[in-house]
C-alpha cells in the first residue's frame, strides 16, 4: 500500500529524519513509538504533504506521493489526526464532519457522517459546538471522525489516546479497532503507551534520532535492547512502564 525508501527530511542543519525506510500492507496496524523528538510527527507530515522530504522515494498504491499537495494525498485514501485537536472553529460536530468529507473525499455523504457519529459515540453530541462544548475525549474522538470522513484506507493516528485515563484510554481502544474492522484500513499510531501498542498493533516500528531503530512484533520490540537504550537508558521497558 504504502513504501518508504530512504526518506530524509533536514531543518536546517537538524536532520528529523535520516533514511527512513518500510512498508504499510492493505489492512495492517503499526504503533509507531519513540522518545519525544525522534522524528514520529515528522514522518506523519512527511506521509499526509505537510513536509516536503529532502530526498527519498514515496509511493502509495503506485503512485508517487513527492509532489502531490495534502488535498490530493487525502483524495488517494490518506487521512490523518493531529497531537492537538483542531475543530472548525463556530461549527458543530456535524459541520466539521462535513466540511473535512468535502475537503477529503470531494463529496458529502450525509449518511456516511452519521456512521461515524455513531461509531465514535458522538451522535448525541452531533449538533453542539465543536470548539467549546466536548469534552477531551470527545475531542479526540471528533479528530479520529474528521480523518475517517475523507474516507481513508490509511489513516495516520497522532496521539489521540494522549491525556486519557486508563479507563478511557481502554474504551478508546475498542472504539479504533472497530473503526479499523468496520472500515478495513490500515492505521498508523503514534502512541508512548506501551500496553495500549501492544494490545492494538501486532507490529511496531521505533524511530530515534530520526532512524528507525526497530521493526517487529510488540514483544520482540519491547525486548530489544537498543530501543531499551533509546527509552530509558538502563532499565527495561517493562520496568520503566
Known amino acids: 500500500m504504502l513504501t518508504l525508501e530512504g526518506v530524509q527530511v533536514n531543518f536546517g542543519g537538524v536532520q528529523a529524519l535520516k533514511s527512513a525506510s518500510f512498508s504499510i500492507a492493505e489492512g495492517e496496524s503499526i504503533g509507531l513509538v519513540g522518545?519525544?523528538?525522534?522524528?514520529?510527527?515528522?514522518?506523519?507530515?512527511?506521509?499526509?504533504?505537510?513536509v516536503r522530504p529532502t530526498a527519498g522515494r514515496l509511493d502509495f498504491r503506485g503512485t508517487s506521493l513527492l509532489k502531490l499537495p495534502e488535498w490530493k494525498r487525502a483524495r488517494l485514501g490518506i487521512g490523518r489526526s493531529f497531537q492537538i485537536p483542531r475543530p472548525f472553529g463556530h461549527c458543530t460536530v456535524r459541520e466539521n464532519l462535513l466540511v473535512a468529507q468535502r475537503f477529503g473525499a470531494g463529496k458529502k455523504d450525509p449518511r456516511r457522517v452519521d456512521e461515524i457519529l455513531d461509531i465514535l459515540n458522538l451522535r448525541d453530541k452531533a449538533d453542539r459546538d465543536a470548539t467549546t462544548e466536548l469534552a477531551l475525549t470527545e475531542h479526540k474522538a471528533l479528530e479520529v471522525g474528521k480523518a475517517l470522513a475523507t474516507e481513508?484506507?490509511?489513516?495516520?493516528?497522532?496521539?489521540?489516546?494522549?491525556?486519557?485515563?486508563?479507563?478511557?484510554?481502554?474504551?478508546?481502544?475498542?472504539?479504533?479497532?472497530?473503526?479499523?474492522?468496520?472500515?478495513?484500513?490500515?492505521?498508523?499510531?503514534?502512541?508512548?503507551?506501551?500496553?495500549?501498542?501492544?494490545?492494538?498493533?501486532?507490529?511496531?516500528l521505533v524511530l530515534n534520532f530520526g532512524q528507525i531503530i526497530a521493526?517487529?512484533?510488540?514483544d520482540a520490540v519491547f525486548r530489544d535492547p537498543e530501543v531499551i537504550r533509546s527509552y530509558t537508558g538502563e532499565t527495561t521497558l517493562a520496568e520503566a512502564s
Open 215 to 218: 521493526d517487529g512484533s510488540p
Open 152 to 204: 481513508p484506507s490509511l489513516l495516520l493516528l497522532d496521539e489521540v489516546l494522549a491525556g486519557l485515563e486508563t479507563s478511557g484510554k481502554r474504551a478508546f481502544m475498542e472504539r479504533l479497532a472497530a473503526v479499523r474492522d468496520r472500515y478495513r484500513l490500515a492505521m498508523v499510531i503514534i502512541e508512548h503507551d506501551i500496553a495500549t501498542i501492544a494490545a492494538l498493533c501486532p507490529r511496531v
Open 35 to 50: 522518545p519525544n523528538g525522534a522524528g514520529k510527527t515528522t514522518l506523519f507530515n512527511v506521509i499526509s504533504g505537510v
